[in-house]
Every structure is written in C-alpha cells, then in structure tokens.
C-alpha cells in the first residue's frame, strides 16, 4: 500500500482524502438517521452491528472505487499520446469498478451479518459530497 501511495500524484492524494472525510460524514449521519427511525419505530427499522458494519463496509468500497478511479486517471495521463490505450484502459477499469460495486451489493444483500441498506446507501456519499462541496465553493 505504501508503494502505491508514494506513487500517487498529490492531486488524487488530496481528492481522496476529501472523498474519505464525504464519506466519514455520509456514514455518521446515516448512522444518526439508522438510530433515530429505529427510535421511532424500533418494529420497522433496525439498528444494530448490522448496520455499523454495513456503513463501514459500504464507505470502504466507496472509497476505494475512487482511489481506483484516480489511479486509473493518473495512469491514462501517462499514456495521453496513445488515444487506444487509454480507451481500453478506461473501459476497462470502469467494468472493473462497477463490478467491484456490484459484488460488494450483492454481498451486503446476502451476508446476514450485513444490513443491506446500511451497506448500499454509502456507495452514494462520495458523488453527493463532491456535488455538495462543488456548491459550496461557489
């Protein structure tokens, strides 16, 4: 891990570090929206280890799609003279990362150690943070 971090442009340094605090925050209130319904409505909604490890399971591969996603730029940056080659590898690793996503769902979904919802609403917070933060800077 080392290794890759050393190598990274600081550019995707940084937006990763903003993609993992998005997310830290996406998780926290999620957890807080989680305790609050099940206070309401304790029969209806659950909140248990379930959801702590779903949300924590769900930022993990949130965050880790864009780090890929970013070394994946990183790397088509450097093949910018060869059009080809940075089609193929774009295509390419996003079929990888959606597939990535679509394991880690359908895991959450079926690994009863994991609340599916609490598992599959994290996969949303870093694109809704970039958005939001876009906003804000405006």
């Not at 971090?5 to 993609?19: F, L, N």
């Not at 957890?31 to 909140?47: D, G, I, N, Y």
């Not at 690994?111 to 917070?125: D, K, N, S």
Request: aromatic share 10%; hydrophobic share 55%.
């Amino acid at each position: 891990m080392s290794k890759i971090w050393d190598g990274m442009q600081p550019a995707i340094k940084e937006e990763t570090k903003h993609v993992m605090l998005y997310t830290v925050v996406g998780l926290v209130l999620m957890w807080l929206a989680f305790l609050v319904l099940h206070l309401c409505m304790p029969e209806k909604v659950s909140f248990d280890y379930r959801v702590i490890l779903g949300g924590l399971g769900g930022g993990t591969v949130a965050v880790l799609n864009f780090l890929w996603m970013g070394l994946m730029v990183q790397k088509a940056a450097a093949k910018a003279g060869d059009q080809d080659a940075v089609r193929t590898l774009v295509k390419g690793s996003y079929s990888q990362r959606m597939l990535f996503q679509m394991l880690w769902i359908i895991i959450a979904i079926a690994a009863p150690c994991f609340h599916y919802a609490a598992g599959i609403i994290p996969l949303l917070f870093p694109g809704t943070g970039i958005k939001i933060a876009g906003i804000l800077k405006k």
